[in-house]
């Protein structure tokens, strides 16, 4: 992760040229906590922004397709 990875997504949101961030990485980088850090930071730092913020979930289980039309063992 970078040493002030929030910091930069402020400076890319506080830009006149555009406000859409896309943040990709690796599992464990601290994506979803610097999102969070941002998140809690805009209304103080950035009030003409509404941050939404949408915690990752996993998704539900999906049954195999191969499960669901193999017949019932006995």
Not at 34 to 43: K, M
């Amino acid at each position: 992760m970078r040493d002030d990875l929030a910091g930069e997504l402020m400076r890319l949101l506080a830009a006149d040229h555009g406000r859409f961030v896309l943040l990709l990485g690796d599992f464990g980088r601290g994506k979803t906590f610097a999102l969070g850090e941002v998140a809690r930071r805009i209304p103080s730092e950035l009030p003409h922004l509404t941050p939404i913020f949408i915690e990752p979930r996993r998704p539900p289980a999906v049954p195999s397709p191969v499960r669901a039309v193999s017949p019932p063992e006995p």
